[in-house]
């Protein structure tokens, strides 16, 4: 059987290369290729159905992103010992890939299409997140699913004050930014990642570097286009229309529903208002079929659509009333939870966040067990977005793609203004319950989040805000209106989303995503410059509310007493089995972790009273405190022989007090002088070369008057 396989190489200038094969793997797909770099391979499939499902006026698009566990050499945990649901890492990913390619499918086409990009080999320094963009867009490129494509994914860091694309993992723990970007041969169309308090300017010098290498990448994938022969796409009509209506809709309505988007209502009136005149012009057009029914509520939504638009650009008024630059009203509360270890209540107009920190032990560090990233997690952030948030009758099903990305979002920025992990011993987790939501509930999380680590005393280094930019443009270009804390419709209704959070210092998180093609540099200059005065306002609204870490944790908050210990005792405070720990735990009452690091036994000790924390800590000393010549011991009589008795005066650690040694008088026998359980007072006199302890009691007593 013969193969036609075909190949491309893309040189990343530095002496490493990203290698584009098709032709050999899952042909029966619409497209597949497999991306690798290193020894980190990709496989990444697209199908697409050819006809679009009935009344569907939108693009049916999932895409996955799994890791095979045999790609790392590793067996799935759990009882299934399986694949099973994507990870929330799998997810974020899956996400990043999903928000490129969205926005470069035509407008008209609604076929279903899945894409699916799997990890099947893993070199441990390269990480796949960066390479899954270019994997499932090279599968759309050797289809002929229309696209209007290729794009790319990269990770710019700056690593040792250098810019690089897709750094090795090693590379990235020493970067003071990071960010994966995304874009065409033309334009960028998301970016998202995190950095260290950076400026506009040093952001916008990475996206142009990693828009360079993005550039290269799209060549390749349109030379591989044309060398496989898919250059025509399918042909498909997924759409009715009706000029004649379209235009009759216009004229009945466009100036009824600017003049309601100029009459700066709530969210729920202007809702209202908007669905009215919708309902009035449909019941005029009498008895309809479901095709006209469906293209008449199209074509209203894009009345909406341009009328709001218009009246930001030709007036510079938004739905509620502001001006372009304005941030809604902010009130906050701290405290406002009195059992939570640290609590919040931030409010931007009709964005609501009830957010809480909880402080935790060791041992509720969160385990990751991914196929590439697998151990441990010390700060978690979980966001939840229930349907009463926005007046809707939803089911609770858990947290979806949507809050896993917000979530994560959030802490990215806030792990950025942690304490350093010596100077906070604990887990610490932080839930942002949003209850109202018009616009920007991640940002909300961000600053509610900020409020309640100070509140629960955790000394973060600077407080941070969030804002979320918004921009509107003319079909030309020509004209253009960045608007700063954007509500929910104009989210929907705009060509920009831009997140971002930072400190008085800097920058520390971003997530953009753009919906139209040509974003100039200067907009999105204007746009970070923006952004910081925005965030700046909020910043100041918060200081009205807290402006540092309280001085100590709550008085019900547990707290953690951390020591080290020598090496050498860490299996005697374990003791076989886990007995010793065990018995400890549960007669003081106190959870106690230990785990070996640089050479020593780090000792964690929490509880939520401080009787319970003294009373382990003194006998986890006592087990790991070797015995000093000198030191005075309350011991316990553990045996009896003839020649003495047996004391121990540390846990595990006995010596012998000769009967010479019990009395200054002079003992025959040892008969009735100890019982076995007898505590008695003794000082260490000498550990031979054996580590034999020599005790004494009679070192201790008076000598007696002589005659």
Request: proline share 3%; charged share 25%; aromatic share 6%.
């Amino acid at each position: 059987m013969s193969l036609n396989v075909i190949k491309k190489v893309i040189d990343l200038g530095d002496g490493r290369t990203i290698e584009i094969e098709t032709g050999k793997l899952a042909k029966q797909a619409d497209g597949s290729v497999v991306i690798k770099m290193g020894d980190t391979m990709l496989l990444a499939t697209v199908v697409s159905s050819q006809e679009a499902k009935e009344g569907v006026d939108f693009l049916p698009l999932s895409v996955d992103y799994q890791e095979k566990y045999a790609a790392t050499g590793r067996i799935p945990g759990g009882f299934l010992r399986r694949e099973a649901r994507l990870s929330d890492y799998e997810v974020l990913i899956s996400r990043l890939v999903d928000r490129a390619l969205r926005p470069m499918f035509p407008e008209d086409y609604h076929a279903d299409t899945q894409v699916m990009i799997s990890l099947i080999s893993a070199d441990k320094d390269i990480m796949p997140d960066c390479l899954a963009g270019l994997a499932a867009s090279a599968a759309l490129s050797v289809s002929d699913i229309p696209f209007n494509g290729p794009i790319s994914e990269v990770r710019v860091a700056k690593v040792d004050g250098e810019l690089v694309i897709n750094p090795t993992l090693s590379q990235l723990q020493r970067a003071t930014l990071e960010f994966i970007v995304a874009g065409s041969e033309h334009d960028i169309n998301m970016v998202e990642g995190e950095s260290k308090e950076i400026q506009e300017a040093e952001l916008v010098e990475a996206i142009k570097f990693a828009h360079t290498a993005i550039k290269i990448q799209c060549l390749a994938q349109k030379e591989l286009t044309i060398e496989v022969g898919k250059t025509e796409k399918r042909v498909y009509s997924h759409e009715h229309s009706n000029e004649d209506l379209k235009k009759a809709i216009y004229a009945a309505t466009y100036d009824q529903v600017y003049a309601i988007a100029g009459e700066a209502s709530g969210k729920d009136e202007r809702g209202a208002k908007f669905k009215a005149v919708r309902d009035e012009y449909i019941a005029t057009l009498g008895e309809i079929d479901d095709v006209t029914k469906f293209l008449a509520k199209k074509y209203y939504h894009d009345v909406e659509y341009d009328a709001i638009r218009n009246l930001v650009l030709d007036e510079g008024k938004r739905l509620d009333g502001r001006t372009t630059t304005q941030i809604r009203p902010i009130w906050s509360e701290v405290g406002y939870l009195p059992s939570a270890h640290g609590s919040a209540v931030f409010t931007r107009g009709e964005t609501q966040s009830l957010t809480t920190v909880t402080l935790g032990a060791k041992d509720d560090e969160q385990m990751i067990d991914g196929a590439f990233i697998n151990g441990y997690q010390k700060f978690l952030l979980h966001y939840n977005f229930p349907g009463f948030s926005t007046g809707e009758v939803r089911p609770n099903r858990g947290a979806g793609r949507r809050e896993i990305g917000h979530g994560n979002l959030a802490m990215r920025s806030l792990k950025r203004v942690l304490p350093a992990e010596d100077e906070n011993p604990y887990t610490i987790r932080i839930v942002s319950d949003i209850l109202e939501s018009n616009g920007s509930s991640s940002m909300a999380t961000v600053c509610a989040g900020t409020l309640a680590l100070m509140d629960a005393g955790i000394k973060i280094t600077n407080p941070v805000s969030g804002i979320a930019m918004g921009l509107i443009t003319n079909e030309m270009g020509t004209k253009y209106a960045i608007l700063s804390d954007i509500l929910g419709d104009e989210d929907h209704l705009g060509d920009m989303d831009f997140k971002v959070t930072g400190t008085v210092n800097g920058i520390v998180a971003v997530q953009m995503d753009l919906k139209i093609n040509g974003l100039s540099y200067e907009v999105l200059t204007n746009a970070l410059n923006q952004a910081k005065d925005g965030r700046l306002h909020i910043l100041g609204e918060m200081a009205k509310t807290i402006t540092q870490p309280r001085e100590d944790y709550k008085p019900h908050a547990p707290r953690i007493v951390t020591i080290r210990i020598d090496k050498e005792f860490i299996g005697a405070v374990i003791g076989p089995g886990g007995k010793i720990i065990q018995e400890m735990q549960r007669e003081t009452g106190a959870t106690i972790s230990i785990e070996e690091k640089d050479n020593q036994g780090i000792v964690q000790i929490f509880a939520d009273n401080k009787e319970s924390i003294d009373q382990a800590l003194t006998r986890i000393r006592n087990i790991a405190s070797k015995p000093e010549v000198g030191e005075i011991y309350e011991g316990k009589v553990k045996s009896i022989m003839p020649f003495g008795a047996f004391v121990e005066i540390m846990p595990g650690k006995d010596g012998l007090l000769h009967i010479s040694e019990i009395d200054h008088r002079r003992i025959e026998t040892m008969d009735g002088i100890f019982q076995i359980g007898d505590e008695v007072r003794v000082k260490l006199l000498d550990v031979d070369k054996q580590g034999k302890l020599k005790l004494s009691r009679k070192a201790l007593l008076p000598r007696p008057e002589s005659k």
